[in-house]
């Protein structure tokens, strides 16, 4: 039975990224010779693949969280299951559900091929350059911390000036740091379950590994600055603290948490690691609803905390929840699929489709409780 589900899973994963090709923007002529346009000419169909793909990502997760926790599944074979799937969905087209990765892009070339500064100088200002026919904010200056614009120099030098090594370079540099991250968690719980929470959860795989996201650069370094802090080496703790405000910024209410810590060594108290990570984990929600005062909940967001939940002892209601709560973030991106705006009625239906879910399974929870 459990070879089945991980050969099925493994053909979904595959599924899905050969799905992806179906999004290639009919503007993005570097990859021409595979659009067909069928995502935006069946919108009907596609959301409903869309939807069939991603339920079954969430019962595949449920199943793998399950064999783990039942001692099913062990350490070697949950290593090759996560490396297959980083394989896998790293190959896939990463502007299906976000056009943030051509804001990388168009940034980085902005930085290093025009050597201008991108705080101050937007894409949009180039006239004749290519980008702009596929980047969606080019009339933005840079969004993001200058760490971040610093480390984009990496992939942007190493593509050599060529589109598609440009582009699934990185890709390849958010997975690194989606792998450091892993084994970063796995090095903070010795706990496979944990792991597991994060490593396998398809929202975390989507917006990582499939659209690169840079959150997860920004949580890494987060984590990496805990994981010193528990070690009691505040120099490297602040550094990478540091490094993780300055690649998004999410992370700057992290200082209440770290400055206690600090405290608390000092004044020679016990560090209860369990209530930092916990307490962690609900300024990252916190911030994580505090994003539609600058513009909306983004469901990759979700990663700012999901990073700290797993470094908790994990109760059921956690996990199941976190479950939930990915899927219904997921779920966002059907209205716009199936309307193709992002006019009414599709942010009110992204709305629904958030919070419902996680409404609907917390009284369902609380009912099961009392009986």
């Given at each position: 039975?459990?070879?089945?589900?991980?050969?099925?899973?493994?053909?979904?994963?595959?599924?899905?990224?050969?799905?992806?090709?179906?999004?290639?923007?009919?503007?993005?002529?570097?990859?021409?010779?595979?659009?067909?346009?069928?995502?935006?000419?069946?919108?009907?169909?596609?959301?409903?693949?869309?939807?069939?793909?991603?339920?079954?990502?969430?019962?595949?997760y449920y199943l793998f969280l399950w064999l783990i926790n039942t001692k099913k599944l062990s350490m070697f074979e949950a290593k090759w299951l996560i490396g297959i799937t980083v394989g896998i969905l790293f190959f896939s087209y990463p502007a299906m559900?976000?056009?943030?990765?051509?804001?990388?892009?168009?940034?980085?070339?902005?930085?290093?091929?025009?050597?201008?500064?991108?705080?101050?100088?937007m894409?949009?200002?180039?006239?004749?350059?290519?980008?702009?026919?596929?980047?969606?904010?080019?009339?933005?200056?840079?969004?993001?911390?200058?760490?971040?614009?610093?480390?984009?120099?990496?992939?942007?030098?190493?593509?050599?000036?060529?589109?598609?090594?440009?582009?699934?370079?990185?890709?390849?540099?958010?997975?690194?740091f989606f792998v450091l991250t892993i084994i970063l968690i796995w090095k903070m719980t010795k706990n496979l379950f944990q792991v597991a929470l994060f490593a396998l959860n398809p929202l975390v795989l989507i917006?990582?590994?499939?659209?690169?996201?840079?959150?997860?650069?920004m949580i890494f370094f987060a984590l990496f600055s805990f994981y010193f802090l528990h070690r009691r080496n505040i120099l490297f703790a602040a550094f990478f603290l540091f490094l993780s405000v300055f690649i998004k910024y999410a992370t700057i209410f992290l200082i209440p948490v770290f400055l206690y810590c600090l405290?608390?060594?000092?004044?020679?108290?016990?560090?209860?690691?369990?209530?930092?990570?916990?307490?962690?984990a609900l300024l990252m929600i916190f911030v994580f609803f505090l994003s539609p005062v600058r513009e909306e909940i983004y469901s990759w967001y979700a990663i700012w905390f999901l990073g700290f939940i797993s470094l908790v002892s994990i109760k059921?209601?956690?996990?199941?929840?976190?479950?939930?709560?990915?899927?219904?973030?997921?779920?966002?991106?059907?209205?716009?699929?199936?309307?193709?705006?992002?006019?009414?009625?599709?942010?009110?239906?992204?709305?629904i489709l958030t919070f419902i879910p996680l409404f609907l399974f917390t009284i369902y929870y609380v009912l099961k409780k009392k009986i």
């Open positions: 039975m459990k070879k089945i589900i991980i050969v099925v899973y493994l053909i979904t994963l595959f599924l899905f990224t050969v799905f992806s090709y179906l999004f290639i923007d009919q503007n993005l002529f570097y990859l021409k010779d595979f659009f067909t346009g069928i995502a935006f000419n069946y919108r009907e169909v596609t959301t409903f693949i869309y939807l069939t793909l991603i339920f079954l990502f969430s019962i595949f559900l976000s056009y943030d990765i051509f804001n990388y892009l168009t940034t980085s070339k902005v930085a290093f091929y025009y050597h201008e500064n991108p705080y101050v100088v894409p949009i200002e180039f006239v004749n350059e290519p980008f702009l026919s596929f980047t969606r904010a080019a009339n933005k200056i840079a969004l993001y911390g200058p760490v971040w614009i610093f480390l984009t120099g990496i992939p942007y030098y190493l593509s050599f000036g060529n589109f598609i090594f440009l582009l699934f370079g990185f890709k390849l540099f958010i997975t690194l917006e990582t590994l499939m659209s690169g996201h840079n959150d997860i650069v405290w608390q060594m000092y004044t020679k108290q016990r560090v209860e690691w369990e209530k930092i990570y916990q307490f962690s059921k209601f956690i996990y199941q929840a976190s479950i939930i709560f990915s899927f219904s973030l997921l779920l966002r991106y059907m209205p716009y699929m199936l309307f193709g705006t992002y006019l009414a009625p599709v942010p009110a239906l992204k709305n």
